[in-house]
C-alpha cells in the first residue's frame, strides 16, 4: 500500500490500517463529509506531485 495514501488514511481519517480485517467494527467508521473531502484532496495532490517527478 502506497505510504502517502497510509499517512492520510491515520492522521485525517483516523484508520489505523486501510487493510481489511473482516470485522465490522473494525472495518466500518462512521466519517464526516468534509474528513473525506480533505482526504480526498490530499490523495490528489499526492498523485498529482507524483505525476510531476
Known amino acids: 500500500m502506497n505510504k ?7 492522521e485525517v481519517l483516523f484508520l489505523e490500517t486501510l487493510e481489511t480485517r473482516n470485522a465490522d467494527h473494525l ?3 462512521d466519517l464526516a ?3 473525506i473531502k ?4 490530499q490523495a490528489y495532490k499526492a ?7
Do not use: M
Open 4 to 10: 502517502k495514501l497510509q499517512k492520510i488514511a491515520k
Open 47 to 53: 498523485g498529482q506531485q507524483s505525476v510531476k517527478k
Open 38 to 41: 480533505e482526504a480526498l484532496e
Open 33 to 35: 463529509v468534509w474528513t
Open 27 to 29: 472495518d466500518f467508521k
